[in-house]
């Protein structure tokens, strides 16, 4: 199965562009039409968004100076392939040591009183 991930860049575009505090992005997406609550602009820099508005990206990219591309970086490779789990309960990718001792299962404990 092929892994696809990505990395946010805008914290560290932000620092090399002299913008240390996350509120100095508020009035700059303003003057370019994007009104953002200072608390989502603070989300927006020290989180990875999942979704993105195609506005606020070309906005951040005006702002920056940059392309999608360094604010987005993005990786993919091959990850392990999935196998299906066995009906005896065995876990794909671990090797089939009848042997080896296997986690034990909790039981409910049954509380029994001695009769007077």
Not at 8 to 28: C, I, K, Q, S, Y
Not at 83 to 88: E, G, K, L, M, V
Request: hydrophobic share 35%.
């Amino acid at each position: 199965m092929r892994t696809v991930s990505y990395t946010w860049n805008l914290r560290r575009l932000m620092a090399e562009h002299g913008m240390f505090a996350t509120t100095d992005l508020v009035p700059l997406l303003a003057e370019r039409g994007i009104e953002l609550h200072y608390t989502q602009v603070y989300r927006l820099v020290t989180g990875t968004p999942e979704r993105l508005n195609m506005q606020v990206l070309a906005a951040l990219c005006d702002i920056l100076g940059v392309t999608p591309a360094d604010l987005i970086s993005t990786d993919a490779h091959e990850g392990a392939k999935r196998t299906r789990r066995a009906a005896s309960g065995d876990r794909p990718g671990e090797p089939d040591n009848t042997d080896a001792p296997r986690p034990s299962t909790p039981t409910r404990a049954r509380i029994v009183r001695e009769q007077p």
